[in-house]
């Protein structure tokens, strides 16, 4: 048997809160193991030298015994309001998170992605000068790219840069 399990046992045993089977493993188990029953005999000694420290000490009066238990009850009522807040908050928070994730990505999808940021929608938007100044940058591009002896597929249109 583990150590841990003996000490439970024997303070049971103590206190008076062992099974009528509790009592049998135990008193079977002191009988087979020379040391835990040492152990045993320890326990009760140190138990008998507390008894006979505190015999003199006068018990606290019913007063103190009453407020002690009103503040024990109170402690008590207090640990549940501050663990419910406690598993409150994370929730309070993560909601507030989420809404903000929500709502920054409804706005960059709004801005990056509206319909008239495509490049037929801008054209739709220009007006004619703009189409003719257009029309004329493409045609120096084209006209380069031939002198250069490069295909409009080999450019990289966002750099300019030959592939």
């Given at each position: 048997?583990?150590?841990?399990?003996?000490?439970?046992m024997?303070?049971?045993?103590?206190?008076?809160?062992i099974?009528?089977?509790?009592?049998?493993?135990?008193?079977?188990?002191?009988?087979?193991?020379?040391?835990?029953?040492?152990?045993?005999e320890?326990?009760?000694?140190?138990?008998?030298?507390?008894?006979?420290?505190?015999?003199?000490?006068?018990?606290?009066?019913?007063?103190?015994?009453?407020?002690?238990?009103?503040?024990?009850?109170?402690?008590?009522?207090?640990?549940?309001t501050?663990?419910?807040?406690?598993?409150?908050?994370?929730?309070?928070?993560l909601?507030?998170?989420?809404?903000?994730?929500?709502?920054?990505?409804?706005?960059?999808?709004?801005?990056?992605?509206?319909?008239?940021?495509?490049?037929?929608?801008?054209?739709?938007?220009?007006?004619?000068?703009?189409?003719?100044?257009?029309?004329?940058?493409?045609?120096?591009?084209?006209?380069?790219?031939?002198?250069?002896?490069?295909?409009?597929?080999?450019?990289d249109?966002?750099?300019?840069?030959?592939?």
């Open positions: 048997m583990k150590t841990n399990e003996l000490e439970k024997l303070l049971l045993d103590q206190s008076g809160e099974s009528a089977r509790g009592r049998k493993r135990l008193e079977s188990l002191l009988a087979a193991d020379p040391a835990a029953r040492m152990h045993a320890e326990l009760e000694n140190l138990r008998n030298a507390w008894r006979q420290a505190t015999a003199d000490t006068p018990l606290s009066s019913p007063s103190v015994l009453q407020r002690i238990r009103q503040a024990a009850s109170n402690q008590g009522h207090k640990r549940k501050a663990r419910l807040i406690r598993f409150q908050l994370p929730a309070v928070e909601a507030a998170a989420a809404a903000a994730m929500i709502a920054l990505g409804t706005s960059l999808y709004l801005t990056l992605w509206s319909p008239k940021d495509t490049p037929s929608a801008r054209m739709a938007e220009m007006d004619p000068v703009d189409l003719q100044i257009e029309a004329a940058l493409e045609a120096i591009d084209n006209s380069m790219l031939a002198l250069l002896d490069i295909s409009a597929d080999e450019v249109p966002t750099t300019g840069n030959d592939s």
